[in-house]
């Protein structure tokens, strides 16, 4: 990759990264809030700031506004940013990627001047158009650099390739390489990624907080924000104070909370997740609320709530989504989120980030 930008962070600082923002300006304005965001702060955007939500051009402006008034705040691309050097290759796979994606910025961009796509729309119009009218965010958004190193980090939006030289690792692996915390690195520096969603890691209960993971040396980071039904947009936060870095993490999502009336213990025999890309089932055993289920890419046996089966096209017993197929305990008083209250007896829950099933009787709406 050619974009590194090298960057000094004073040993006393305050570091918060956030990644895979997706469009979602709301909920960036309240992680910022949440934090406690001040100038005093470092902030690193860790790519993937548009697509898939509903406000991706609001994404760009504000961070690009942010970048521009407060030195200490960094944005590095990610995959979702490289399209706009598609835009400008007038790559013409870039028309059907738009008509299947009905939330992206590009989309956002033509309906703010009034352009539509039709059968004739070429992709050399949209560029025409679009980088008429929008020439400072794209200009902005082509010039992020791949990677951001500091004297202990990496920053960098999927991962690295496992080389001796990192910085040897092809653009395309950095931004879109799947399931980094699977593989490895060699760099000596932590290596703080987003890109996959971290619940794709979960085996026991499905949670959605960052993960470090101290001998690989990497910290994942996105909660799944817009791509997870049940996800959440993280900061991790990193407190340097001398020559110690305290860890610690926050995060926003849309769910309504509700206060726990009474204890439930959890089931222990019901545990993991349905996950990407495992989605198939076999059903064994079906019971009132969930059924028995043999999940073949795992070899797993799993409880899957009832209402979540389905059969695809081909007859396939399926999970709908990523599902947690796990309880969880609470004790009465304890605020969670409610997730889905729809299910016969149980409810979803998310109770410091991970999720699972609760006894409808124990949540008050
Ligand atoms: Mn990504």
Known sequence: ??????????????????????GELALFKALLEKVQFSTEDYLIINGDLCEKGSNSKGVVSYVMELAATNPRVHVIEGNCETLVEELLNENPQLLGYLRARKDSIFHEWLQQIGVEITEETTVQHIKECLTKHFYKEIEWLTALPTAIETDEYIFV?????????????????????????????RSDKYVVVGHWPVGNYSTDVLVHNPIIDH?????????????????????????????????????????????????????PKMSGSISYPFYEI???ERENHFT???????????????EYIHRNEKGQFQAKTDISCAQISVKNGDIVSLLDDSCSGYSLIKKDGAVGWVEQNFICS
């Open 1 to 22: 990759m050619d974009k590194i930008k090298q960057l000094s962070i004073p040993k006393d600082s305050r570091v918060i990264v956030i990644s895979d923002i997706h």
């Open 157 to 185: 939006h999927a991962g690295l390739a496992d080389i001796d030289d990192w910085k040897q690792t092809d653009r395309d692996t950095a931004v879109s390489l799947p399931a980094f915390l699977e593989k490895s690195h």
């Open 215 to 267: 001998e690989k040396k990497i910290i994942a980071i996105d909660g799944g924000n817009n791509v997870k039904e049940s996800g959440q947009l993280n900061a991790l936060i990193m407190q340097r104070t001398n020559n110690e870095t305290a860890y610690s993490f926050t995060y926003v999502d849309h769910y309504p909370t509700c206060k726990v009336g009474g204890d439930f213990k959890a089931d």
């Open 282 to 284: 076999v059903p064994v």
């Open 292 to 306: 028995l289920c043999k999940q073949p890419g795992t070899n797993q046996l799993r409880y899957v709530k009832n």
